[in-house]
């Protein structure tokens, strides 16, 4: 029998449930009350699952300005449900909006999974009925052009290119034009994704987003960053680095199904202010999920 959407979730949060909510239930285990102690615990277990200093900082806070009205109802962990879903806030869906096309610029480093990402999501909107268009302006590397190369195939969609070494925005130029003339649904835009601490990436991805401008005032629409849950921290700084360069509008973020790190998604939100739109939990199309807080909090906090 086909697991359910929501149990496929919850399979791909495996390893940070029980990180996360494993500790939870070992803290309040045997009945054990809330107590300046518990807190402590609790607090180190929420910073341990990567959700942030931040964020767990003002869970305790918040847990202990409640802490009477807690104990009457004699569930801790029902209350922290709830503050975590708090801290997630409402869902934010990756929509099309405006003229058409409606542009979306994918950024990240390399090996966060930022290609296959793109795939997906030309997946997703041509079942959809949309028609989409793919620019391969990650120039630096063949590898990159062939692999967007062979999503394409997969998709069903056209992918603008030139080849290794030539001007990523010239691409990213074409394609918005192609789209244009040919009245296309959507452009999904790849780039290159060396490391985020090299001045020239980030310069390159500038001059890529104001040419898109050129070909078309409002677009991009939608700057995406993709990160790689399994980094932990890590992915916090790669965020303010790319969002300083070229304004990330939204987040994917992918690889949940294989790291305990998962809290890193309220460290995301919480810290950043930039909505998840999208999250990876599994190797499959479909695995490639609109972020719906709700629900994530409950596949967490599922026994």
Known sequence: MAFSLFERLKGGLEKTRKAFTGKVDQIFSG??????????????????????????????????????????????????????????????????????????????????????????????????????????????????????????????????????????????????SAARAKNADVVIVDTAGRLHTKAPLMDELKKVKRVIGKAMPEAPQEVLLVLDATTGQNAMSQAKFFNEAVGVTSIALTKLDGTSRGGIVFAVRKELGIPIKLIGVGEGIEDLRDFDPAEFTEALFEK
Not at 118 to 136: E, M, P, T, Y
Not at 142 to 154: G, V
């Open 31 to 176: 009945g054990r009350a809330l107590s300046e102690e518990t807190l402590e615990e609790l607090e180190e277990a929420l910073i341990s699952a990567d959700v942030g200093v931040q964020t767990a900082t003002e869970v305790i806070e918040h847990m202990k300005s409640r802490e009477a009205e807690i104990r009457k109802t004699g569930s801790p962990r029902d209350f922290l449900k709830s503050e975590m879903a708090r801290v997630l806030g409402k869902r934010e869906p990756l929509v099309l909006f405006g003229e058409k096309p409606f542009v979306i610029l994918v950024v990240g480093v390399n090996g966060t999974g930022k290609t296959t990402t793109i795939g997906k999501l030309a997946s997703r909107f041509r079942q959809d009925g949309h028609s989409v268009i793919l620019a391969a302006a990650d120039t630096f590397r063949a590898a990159a052009i062939e692999q967007l190369e062979i999503w394409s195939k997969r998709a069903d969609v056209p992918v603008i290119k030139q080849q290794a070494g030539g001007d990523p925005a010239a691409v990213a130029f074409d394609a918005v």
